[in-house]
């Protein structure tokens, strides 16, 4: 399966993560981090990553249950995509719904960085555009879905637009897409280690056998 065009083949390795700030910050500085606790700056209070964890899924799964068209409109894009963050977020992070403005890689050995933050907005565009013509995976069987679904989904998740948040966000949004598609996402059956290693292999490697799989078992076909 080929890769998106716009990666260039190119993946940063060694971007700190407060490049491309003001230039008053000490290069390596996060400005999402509380440099008194060392976590994540946030609304509840939280000044360890258990606590920030534990608010962090309770306030979010709490904001699910109600989010709607009206707070996240479905306009398969970048937008639709900041509104479902914002709302899920809302409670924990003032910059929830905000593109990053650093460079971001997940915290394992060898990872490689997400997409550059400058040019987030560029390559939304270009993958929403693909989507879009793919008819937003309308009108397939579920080999064909399943193998588009991968290839889009590893688009998106490459863009990895926020700081944190990336994973619940995203499925909101693949969750919306398969049910106008006459499908919906059970993602019961898949722990984070099975999910990271698929993502990875595919974003990393170009190999997206572990991600078709998962996906062959998260898609149910509407009944």
Request: aromatic share 8%; with cysteine; glycine share 8%.
């Amino acid at each position: 399966m080929p890769s998106t065009t716009w990666r260039g083949g190119s993946t940063p390795t060694s971007s700190s993560p407060g490049r491309g700030l003001a230039t008053d910050l000490p290069d390596g500085v996060d400005p999402y981090v509380d440099p008194a606790t060392g976590i994540l700056r946030n609304l509840v209070g939280a000044t360890d990553r258990r606590s920030l964890d534990e608010a962090e899924g309770a306030l979010a799964f709490a904001r699910l249950v109600q989010l709607s068209d009206h707070e996240a409109p479905s306009t398969r894009d970048l937008a639709e995509l900041c509104g479902i963050h914002r709302h899920l977020f809302q409670d924990v992070y003032d910059w929830a719904g905000t593109p990053r403005i650093v460079d971001i890689r997940k915290n394992t050995p060898g990872a490689e960085h997400f997409l550059p933050w400058s040019m987030i907005e560029r390559a939304s565009a270009f993958a929403f555009d693909e989507l879009r013509a793919d008819d937003h995976l309308r009108g397939m069987d579920r080999t064909r879905f399943v193998e588009r679904l991968a290839h889009h989904f590893d688009a998106i998740n490459y863009i990895h637009p926020f700081r944190e948040g990336n994973g619940r966000a995203q499925r909101v949004l693949w969750g919306r897409i398969a049910e106008d598609a006459g499908r919906r996402l059970d993602w019961r059956s898949i722990d984070s280690t099975t999910n990271v290693a698929a993502c990875r292999a595919a974003s990393e490697r170009q190999d997206f056998e572990p991600l078709l799989a998962l996906f062959d078992d998260v898609v149910v076909d509407a009944t």
